[in-house]
């Protein structure tokens, strides 16, 4: 019902893919995958564990399990 990846470059990771059915949000699903992915990637050896998210209300959800926003990142679309 909840899934999540880490996807590791040495003593960085990027954690991506955290998602929950949408019958199923709002109990904790997705702090605990990111929480379990973060100490995946620590114990793989990362320093550097970062995401993007794509929303205030996602930033809030990474906040409670330890991730600080550093900046902004802006993407573009091809057509």
Do not use: D, K, N, W
Request: net charge positive; proline share 3%.
């Amino acid at each position: 019902v909840a899934i999540g990846a880490v996807l590791p470059f040495g003593e960085v990771t990027y954690v991506v893919g955290v998602a929950t059915l949408p019958a199923f949000r709002r109990r904790g699903l997705g702090q605990a995958i990111s929480a379990l992915l973060i100490r995946h990637a620590l114990g793989l050896g990362a320093r550097v564990v970062f995401l993007s998210a794509m929303s205030e209300e996602v930033a809030r959800m990474y906040a409670s399990v330890g991730f600080q926003r550093v900046g902004t990142s802006c993407s573009a679309i091809a057509e």
